[in-house]
Nanobody, 126 residues
Framework: VQLQASGGGLVQAGGSLRLSCVASGRTFSTNTMGWFRQAPGKEREFVAA????????YYGDSVKGRFTISRDNAKNTMYLQMNSLKPEDTAVYYC????????????????????WGQGTKVTVSS
């Protein structure tokens, strides 16, 4: 079972990036998935989460109104559209999936997630 995050890179402040997270080895179409990030010298931080059906989303305060989480279960892929990027968004972004199927909840705590991707680095220059 593997989660592969991609799409990171270097972008100027105010720019946009779209991250992708592709699952292999099993389907996560019935599971809550989320994005976290870790900036240098800081603890890992919740970014966004999405219900298995896509019907419920939840965002960290620092990204509300700028980032959009979505998923395409047919492609076993989750996305994070990041707009109006700021230098403080610089971090390694990780995707994660919960193992409980058909949950009605979305989770913001790291310990709710069982599967993690390797991370993709996002650098926002000022």
């Amino acid at each position: 079972v593997q989660l592969q995050a991609s799409g990171g890179g270097l972008v100027q402040a105010g720019g946009s990036l779209r991250l992708s997270c592709v699952a292999s080895g099993r389907t996560f179409s019935t599971n809550t998935m989320g994005w976290f990030r870790q900036a240098p010298g800081k603890e890992r931080e919740f970014v966004a989460a999405i219900k298995w059906s896509g019907g419920i989303t939840y965002y960290g305060d620092s990204v509300k109104g700028r980032f959009t989480i979505s998923r395409d279960n047919a492609k076993n892929t989750m996305y994070l559209q990041m707009n109006s990027l700021k230098p403080e968004d610089t971090a390694v972004y990780y995707c994660a999936a919960d193992r409980r199927p058909y949950s009605d909840s979305v989770y913001y705590r790291e310990n709710e997630y069982n599967y993690w991707g390797q991370g993709t680095k996002v650098t926002v220059s000022s």
